[in-house]
């Protein structure tokens, strides 16, 4: 079968969509998130959406299968925060690790059956490793700017834990999202190669991609895009990219000069324009995809999809619009000396 890296020579290649947007779509309640197991738990349940891949693991499949279905040729594990550190909100630090597990063999399932319907167009698990609850750059204390809630070992522990059970579940690949904070990213990439060192286990892609929060071109610690890459470029990722925080037309000029200077593929997935008053996202499926075709046509991306408001159609839409756009060719960088 072929391989992401021969997928990614011969094509644009798309990521799923939202998933807390498509969980929002069920209505869920608290009995729901709670299931039979945790019908007793001792704190509110509800709104901790990694957790229903133990206890509603059926809607995860079947929002799996919808990207799929429109085109996606990677999907997320359902493990955006599913991490001792921030499993902590649930006191359900001692369920991380089957839940991972669990969120990968899901995944899997589901991209095995449409490989196997069209083995010419394999499908790929990306496991998701989110940027955590607590950051370590910046201080939850205004008054104390010194102070970190969390130190960089526990981070890398909780990560750590996070990737082995990942890849005990099955991933192909590993994707550390949403980086607002790139100490907590390379803390994610120091564990990323602990593990495949400590297992001998043969050392999976990475995806990696951070979140410009405004129009000052930078993450929220405080890094311009270009120091982003090269705070993060030992790690010799796949791909490198942006997601979340901006829709695509805020994101366009940041994916233009990230595709100047990655010496990688670079990957894009933005939010479904920017929330309304409500919160919500306006932005149809054939606006965001008219965006990210002209990406497409002007070479700057190798992998797109949709962040937060995206839906399956919005990736049909991106599926079908950049299908015969040439992928973005591979800089061949000069050595710094």
């Keep these: 079968m072929k391989t992401i890296q021969d997928c990614l020579q011969e094509r644009i290649l798309v990521i799923d969509g939202a998933m807390g947007t498509m969980i929002q779509r069920h209505h869920l309640t608290e009995a729901d998130y709670r299931g039979e197991r945790f019908k007793d738990w001792h704190s509110d349940l509800k709104g901790n959406n990694d957790l229903l891949c133990l206890t509603q693991p059926a809607i995860i499949k079947g929002i799996h299968s919808e990207y799929l279905e429109a085109g996606a040729d990677i999907i997320e594990t359902n493990t955006f925060n599913a991490q001792v550190v921030s499993m902590a909100d649930y006191h359900m630090e001692s369920l991380a690790y089957e ?68 890849v005990e579940g099955g991933v192909d690949l590993l994707l550390i999202e949403t980086i607002f904070d790139t100490l907590n990213a390379k803390a994610a990439i120091f564990a990323v190669k602990q593990f495949f060192r400590d297992s001998g286990l043969p050392e999976l892609p990475i995806m990696i991609s951070g979140t410009i929060t405004d129009a000052s071109g930078r993450t929220l610690s405080g890094q311009t895009l270009e120091a982003f890459y090269v705070s993060v470029m030992h790690a010799q990722p796949l791909s490198i990219g942006l997601n979340c925080a901006l829709g695509a037309a805020d994101m ?28 919500e996202y306006d932005e149809q499926p054939h606006e965001t995809a008219h965006f990210i075709e002209e990406w497409a046509q002007q070479g700057f991306v190798n992998i797109v999809g949709g962040c937060c408001g995206t839906t399956p159609d919005h990736i049909r839409h991106i599926a079908n619009n950049v299908q015969r756009c040439t992928p973005r060719a591979v800089p061949v960088l000069e050595a710094a000396y």
Excluded: W
Aim: overall charge positive; glycine content about 6%; charged content about 15%.
């Design 252 to 279: 366009r000029s940041h994916i233009e000069e990230l595709s100047q200077i990655a010496g990688c593929y670079t990957s894009a997935y933005p939010n479904a324009g920017l929330p309304n008053a409500m919160g």
């Design 99 to 166: 839940i991972n597990v669990a969120a990968a063999r899901i995944a899997k399932e589901a991209a095995a059956a449409f490989t196997a319907k069209n083995p010419a167009k394999p499908r790929f698990v990306a496991g998701a490793i989110g940027p955590m609850n607590k950051t370590l750059s910046l201080s939850p204390d205004v008054n104390n700017p010194g102070f970190r809630s969390v130190s960089f070992d526990e981070v890398a522990n909780a990560y750590y834990d996070q990737i082995k059970a990942l």
